[in-house]
Nanobody
Framework: QVQLVESGGGLVQPGGSLRLSCAAS????????MGWYRQAPGKQRELVAD???????TYSDSVKGRFTISRDNAKNAVDLQMNSLKPEDTAVYYC????????????WGQGTQVTVSS
């Protein structure tokens, strides 16, 4: 059974840092793209950052320079280091693993809450 399990969310003050981790199991995701999305109340889920199998990264404009995504294929894991957090970063953060070739898959974690508030 494939599972993506996020950890590391919580409550942090503005300007603080958090590190989210996603541990994947059930299959190897080393050949695909892994990423983080978030969904705030009343808003659509949006891409935060992703990293390809070749370690090319993409960041949303709102987090560039503050967040860093990394992956460890040996551990089947992807992390998101979040610095200089702002109240508008408050959301449920979801881990994602996807691929279109040679096999198609698209898996999601259950989400972890990040709240930035004083």
């Amino acid at each position: 059974q494939v599972q993506l399990v996020e950890s590391g969310g919580g409550l942090v003050q503005p300007g603080g840092s958090l590190r989210l981790s996603c541990a994947a199991s059930g299959r190897s995701f080393s050949g695909g793209t892994m990423g983080w999305y978030r969904q705030a109340p009343g808003k659509q889920r949006e891409l935060v950052a992703d990293i390809t199998r070749g370690r090319s990264t993409t960041y949303s404009d709102s987090v560039k320079g503050r967040f860093t995504i990394s992956r460890d294929n040996a551990k089947n894991a992807v992390d998101l280091q979040m610095n200089s957090l702002k109240p508008e970063d408050t959301a449920v953060y979801y881990c994602n693993a996807r691929s279109v070739y040679p096999s198609w898959y698209n898996y999601w974690g259950q989400g972890t809450q990040v709240t930035v508030s004083s």
